[in-house]
């Protein structure tokens, strides 16, 4: 076999997609089809799958539009982690499938499907709307119209990877908060919050943060990262959800919310102990009250089971506090530092 004959072989292969199939009019449960095709190298996920549907099997159903990774429509699951179809290529993929020579194709999670690989994204602009993502603009309404509401390049910085989002909903189909809790309010949308709030024509930053440290808000996120490590524009998504927390505490104090409270009490126990005085971590952030009705069947379990943290006096301070404590206080002073120079600014 000559080089050029082998190297054609290895350019060009069968690829077998396992896709998920769901039609809510004739199926009462999705389950997956397997379409084997020959496909050269260089093709993307999204060019495989408009080639099933024009020369295989015309039902199936996905969402696209551009194809060059602007509009966010082709989000879809491919081996497992939420991605761009139009982006992705398929030699890629097949170096990271489980089974040789099979790629899986499945919708994004945490949305309703409404058919194949096409979820509903209504819930999503609810919460968008909920939290306001939009500018609502500072300037009076009569000057509307009649000149430009700039802002400079240092304003602009605060906030740029912010605006890079496509709303291609990744993010939120590998939250894991929102496989448990479909309430919750969303990665994206506390990124498009802390954009709108750090937009210094913004004139709701105050009402739009109020909403943000409700329940269901910014405080339950457990920072797993996940929305961050499978962001399709690489957006710093934990910085921006950081910078709401930061934003909170610093306006409206460490006693506002419940999770405020949570942060002064993990940020207390470490400075003092080296790590987390669990027994008492519930109590200092919800109450008394709340935790004997939400956690006293749960901490019998634990009992039983031999499962409970030890009681504060029990809990000794780790080795190496000092050097901690002297860490935290610089970095402590440094933080005030860029806080006096912001509001110097």
């Given at each position: 076999m000559s080089d050029s004959t082998i190297q054609h072989h290895e350019e060009s292969r069968d690829v077998t997609f396992r896709v998920h199939r769901f039609n809510p009019q004739v199926d009462s449960k999705p389950y997956f089809d397997d379409y084997t095709i020959k496909l050269e190298k260089g093709i993307t996920v999204l060019r495989a799958l408009n080639y099933i549907k024009e020369h295989v099997d015309s039902t199936l159903t996905f969402r696209a539009f551009c194809q060059a990774g602007i509009c966010g429509s082709c989000s879809m699951r491919i081996n497992r982690i939420s991605k761009l179809a139009c982006t992705t290529q398929v030699w890629d993929e097949l170096d990271k499938a489980r089974e040789p020579g099979v790629i899986t194709i499945e919708p994004l999670r945490n949305l309703p499907l409404i058919k194949d690989l096409v979820v509903e994204m209504d819930p999503l602009v609810g919460k968008m709307k909920?939290?306001?993502?939009?500018?609502?603009?500072?300037?009076?309404?009569?000057?509307?119209?009649?000149k430009e509401f700039l802002i400079s390049e240092e304003e602009f910085s605060a906030y740029d990877k912010a605006t890079d989002c496509i709303l291609c909903a990744s993010c939120v189909s590998e939250c894991t908060i929102l496989r448990a809790n479909k309430e919750y309010v969303s990665p994206v949308v506390l990124l498009k919050s802390y954009r709108m709030n750090a937009d210094t024509r913004d004139g709701i930053h105050e009402q739009r943060l109020a909403g943000l440290v409700k329940d269901h808000g910014v405080w339950d996120c457990t920072h797993c990262y996940r929305c961050q490590e499978t962001c399709v524009k690489n957006i710093p998504i934990m910085d921006a959800i950081h910078g709401i927390r930061e934003d909170a505490i610093e306006r409206r104090g460490t006693k506002d919310t419940s999770g405020a409270r949570h942060a002064e009490a993990f940020m207390d126990d470490i400075e003092k102990k080296g790590k987390l005085v669990e027994a008492t971590l519930p109590i200092r952030t919800n109450g008394i009250a709340w935790t004997l009705k939400n956690l006293l069947p749960m901490a019998f379990k634990m009992i039983l089971k031999r499962r409970t943290p030890p009681p504060p006096p029990l809990?000794?301070?780790?080795?190496?506090?000092?050097?901690?404590?002297?860490?935290?206080?610089?970095?402590?002073?440094?933080?005030?530092?860029?806080?006096?120079?912001?509001?110097?600014?």
């Open positions: 909920q939290h306001s993502n939009w500018v609502d603009s500072k300037m009076p309404e009569e000057q509307w119209g009649q809990v000794k301070a780790s080795k190496g506090i000092q050097s901690l404590r002297k860490e935290m206080k610089e970095m402590a002073s440094h933080v005030a530092k860029d806080h006096q120079k912001k509001s110097g600014e």
